[in-house]
């Protein structure tokens, strides 16, 4: 019903920046929030960045002030721009999507990308 696709990881070296994006498709009425979670080897996932659908914004701690989460609402998309990356981003990113669809409300995952930074 929902399908996500997320491009922009990658490797970086630290102090670098990287822009992820993903684009959400299908059956979609609207979209309460967008975000981004990470989960890094050995580790839970956990959230990064989420704007919601009036245009607030959260942000883990670890991330506030090298991060910025933005929207596209006409293109569906959402965009998370890190800079001052450090090692220890290094994880695989995902996509997440809460919205209605024509069936009912729904949670949707991509399938990740993988962020490297190197020293």
């Known amino acids: 019903q929902v399908q996500l696709v997320e491009s922009g990881g990658g490797l970086v070296q630290a102090g670098g920046s990287l822009r992820l994006s993903c684009a959400a498709s299908?059956?979609?009425?609207?979209?309460?929030?967008m975000g981004w979670y990470r989960q890094a080897p050995g580790k839970q996932r956990e959230l990064v960045a989420q704007i919601i659908s009036g245009g607030s914004t959260n942000y883990a701690d670890s991330v506030k002030g090298r991060s910025t989460i933005s929207r596209d609402n006409a293109k569906k998309t959402v965009y998370l721009q890190m800079n001052s990356l450090k090692l220890e981003d290094t994880a695989i990113y995902y996509c997440n999507v809460q919205c209605w669809t024509v069936v009912g409300p729904g949670d949707y995952w991509g399938q990740g990308t993988q962020v490297t930074v190197s020293s």
């Open positions: 299908g059956s979609i009425r609207t979209i309460n929030s």
